[in-house]
Structure formats: C-alpha cells, structure tokens
C-alpha cells in the first residue's frame, strides 16, 4: 500500500532532529520504491524523487528547523503538481454543450455517464440529456435507461440503430430541439485496444465535435491504464480523464502516471457504483490521501452537504469553540450512513485507513460505535474527558463491547475532534505539523 510505505519512508526524517544528506537520500529512494510499487511508472517516479531533491537541497532542509516536516510538505506539492495543480472543471458553455465519453469496456462509462448527468442537473442546474450509443449490446442501452430513471434524466436511444455516429448526431438534434443543454454520449469500449473501437470512437468525435471529451479509467487496472490513456489521447486528444473505481482497494499510482504521460487534468473521481458516488478531483487531496492523511477536506464537505445549512452552522461553531461532543458525532454517522458505502468514508478519515486494514468494515462496524455511544450519559458524551475507568467499564458492558473498543472509541474520537478543529482553523500548516508527530 502505497500510503503505508510513504509513511514510512517518512518516518525515516520524522525520528530524525537532524537530518544529514544521507538520509535524504534514503528516505527518497524509499518514496521513488513506493511509487513504483503502486504502479507509478519508473521513470516517472525517478523524476519525481530528483526534483524533490533538488528542492530539498535548494531550500536548504538539511539546514532549517524542521526538516522532517520541510521534507513532508516538499513531497505533498510535488505530488499534488504531479497531479494537476487547481481541480478544472468541466466545459458546459455550449448550447447544448456536448460531452462524450471513452474508454475501454467496464471501465465505468455507463456508470460515470449517471454521475456526472446527475451532478448537472443537481449541482450545476443544468438539464442534460444522456444519448445510448453503445450498439452492440441491447443490455448497454437498457443499463444507461435504468442509470436514467434513477436520476430522472431521459435518455435518447435507438434500438434498431447500429451506427453510433448517426445515434449521437440524432441525440444532438433531438437535445436542440428539446432545449436540453448538455447532452452525454456514451459509447461502447471494449476489453482491450483495438483498431475497430478507435475507428469508431474517432469517428463519433470528429462528427459531433465535442466540448469536452472525457477518458474514463479504472483506476485499479494500475500500469494498463496508461497504455490506454495513451492510446486513446493518441486518437482522441481528449480533455480530461475520469478515474473510476478509487473506493476499491486501488494504487493511487494511476493518477500519477496517467497525468504525467499524457499531461490532461484528472477531473473527476468514481467513488462508488451510486449515483452520487462522484467527487472533483482535487490533486492536493489526492496526494494527501496517497501521504496517508486522509482525504479529511472531501469527507467534511461531503457530510455538510447532507446536513442541512443551519446544521452544518451550528457543528461549525461547536467544533470551533471545541464543543463537538458525542451526540454530534453519532449524529454525523446517522449522516454519513446515508452516504453510501462505508469503506469509501471511513478511508477519507485520518489513520483509519490503518486502523480498519484489519476490520472488515461494513454497517456493522457502525453498529458497535453506536451501542457505544447510546451507553454513554449524556454528559459523557458532551464531556468524553469525564469518562474514568469505571465509567468505560459501565459503557462497554452496556453497549455489550469490551473496553478496549470503549477505549478505542474514545481515541478515535479524539483524533477526529483535533483534526477537525485543524480544518476549522485552515491551517494546512497545522495539518503539516501534525502528520510530523
Ligand atoms: P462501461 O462498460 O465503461 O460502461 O462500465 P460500466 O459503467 O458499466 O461499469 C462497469 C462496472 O463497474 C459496473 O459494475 C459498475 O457498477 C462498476 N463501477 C463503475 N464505476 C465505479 C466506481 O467508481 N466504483 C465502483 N466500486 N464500481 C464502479
Ligand atoms: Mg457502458
């Protein structure tokens, strides 16, 4: 796992007061073998680690007062550069604007298609229009009409219909004549490269003249996906790539590798098969997350957005004046439930990702934290310092847990309540020092 072996390349500075060159050296060939090891390209990797060097060497870390942390921050922006620098959004200018969509076959096209229609509709106001141009299965056409109905976006399709460039032509003009103003076209991939997929899928292109074309990837496909980002930038020139699937047990190798060899921003991240599985890209996060912190901005944003306003104000201001109690936190879980699949959250929160590796977690993780939590008076839970020995005993018994997972509880608990209180105050320098203990 990536995460883990930064981590410990890290830990190398971190046990350091002094760092001397050698071990700067060392601790780099450690982050270049970990980048290798999630598939990052050995070049690529290689190049990363000389630039960090050379960095390290000009800024002087050897020399300043914390040069763990120094080194820390070094490798997060390159990283984050590597990534993309700022998140870029999606071209919608077009009247109607028109996306298309490749990739190879399962690589999440369909799914994606969903996702980014609903998150127009819903969070842009737009009214797309999503246009079935995979021909060769009926089943495509069906999934792409369910992915619609589930979100309420209609779908143009043409069953008898082989030819897909005269299906996204008649999409376009039923969308103009029906005041859609976005239209997704999705195609069909197949297993691996080949030269019929291209043909078509240039085809398609150099008709409708997209506003933007995307290239959807697995991120779990690691080395693959380059080759096929490749090959079909080569064909395509496209605009942006969508990297599906992150929720799985993926190496975030893919997006390094993918931006650097073919230089076009990753937009979009697949975090899930639901509809509301999606997430801009945010390369800072990203390589936030690859360092192990969590991806702690996207988990806070996307459980405020399913809190209401005055709710999300109200938590805001208790995590600020350090207030957050347990009754808040089970009420963010209740949230964070409706949210989906509990890998994907839990993953986002610092150190869990470790903590979990052992755990199989599901709903019934939640469970045991729950029971827990209604154990507790209620002073407890606005007040967990006041939770002694004895206390924890009553808790675990009623609660029908042990309590080292009382215990385990409350540590969590506590992490979570600092690192909040750390987003709260906007210090990514704070966050910094932190990682460094
Ligand atoms: P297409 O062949 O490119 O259209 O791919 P599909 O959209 O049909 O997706 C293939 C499979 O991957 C389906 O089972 C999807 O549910 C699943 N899938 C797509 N995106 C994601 C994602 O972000 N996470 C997970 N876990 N599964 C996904
Ligand atoms: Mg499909």
Redesign the pocket.
């Known amino acids: 796992n990536l995460s883990d072996k930064l981590d410990k390349a890290l830990h190398i500075l971190k046990g350091h007061g002094q760092i001397t060159e050698v071990n700067v050296a060392e601790t780099l060939k450690e982050v270049r073998r970990a980048l290798v090891d999630a598939d990052v390209n050995y070049k690529i990797a290689k190049d990363f680690t000389a630039r960090v060097r050379e960095k390290a060497l000009g800024q002087d870390v050897l020399k300043s007062l914390k040069p763990g942390q120094l080194m820390v921050k070094l490798v997060k922006d390159e990283l984050t550069e590597l990534m993309g620098g700022d998140a870029v959004g999606i071209d919608t200018s077009g009247n109607p604007s028109v996306i298309l969509?490749s990739?190879?076959?399962?690589?999440?096209?369909?799914?994606?298609?969903g996702k980014l229609a609903n998150y127009l509709k819903d969070k842009k106001k737009k009214k797309p229009l999503l246009v079935a141009c995979?021909v060769y299965r009926p089943a495509?056409v069906d999934?792409l009409h369910v992915v619609g109905d589930q979100i309420n976006v209609e779908v143009f399709s043409d069953k008898g219909n082989t030819n897909p460039v005269a299906i996204a032509k008649a999409g376009i003009a039923y969308a103009k004549a029906n005041d859609f103003d976005t239209v997704i076209v999705?195609t069909a991939?197949r297993l691996a490269i080949d030269e019929m997929m291209m043909t078509e899928i240039a085809n398609i292109h150099k008709t409708i003249q997209p506003n933007e074309t995307l290239f959807?990837v697995?991120a779990m496909t690691g080395q693959d996906a380059v080759n096929t980002a490749k090959a079909f930038n080569e064909v395509l020139n496209f605009d942006g790539v969508i990297l599906?699937?992150?929720?799985?047990d993926t190496r975030g190798g893919a997006a390094i590798s993918i931006k650097s060899v073919v230089n076009k921003p990753i937009k979009f991240?697949?975090?899930?098969?639901k509809m509301d599985?999606l997430d801009v890209f945010y390369p800072s996060r990203m390589a936030d997350r690859i360092l192990g912190m969590g991806d702690v901005v996207s988990l806070v944003e996307r459980a405020q957005e399913q809190f209401d306003e005055e709710e999300a104000r109200k938590l805001q201001k208790k995590i600020a004046k350090n207030q957050f109690g347990f009754d808040d936190f089970l009420k963010q879980i209740q949230q964070v439930k409706k949210m989906g699949n509990m890998k994907d959250l839990m993953g986002m929160i610092p150190g869990a990702g470790k903590m979990l590796k052992n755990i199989d977690v599901d709903d019934d993780a939640f469970k045991h934290i729950e029971a827990i939590i209604h154990s507790m008076t209620p002073a407890e839970r606005t007040k967990p310092q006041i939770i002694n020995a004895s206390r924890k005993k009553r808790i675990g018994k009623g609660s029908g847990t042990s309590v080292q997972q009382v215990n385990q509880l409350l540590k969590q608990f506590d992490q979570m309540s600092k690192m909040m209180k750390m987003m709260q105050g906007g210090g990514g320098k704070r966050m910094m020092q932190m990682m460094n203990k």
């Open positions: 969509m990739g190879l076959q399962g690589s999440g096209k369909t799914t994606f298609s995979d495509a999934q999705d991939g959807v697995d599906t699937k992150l929720d799985g991240v697949g975090m899930g098969e599985a």
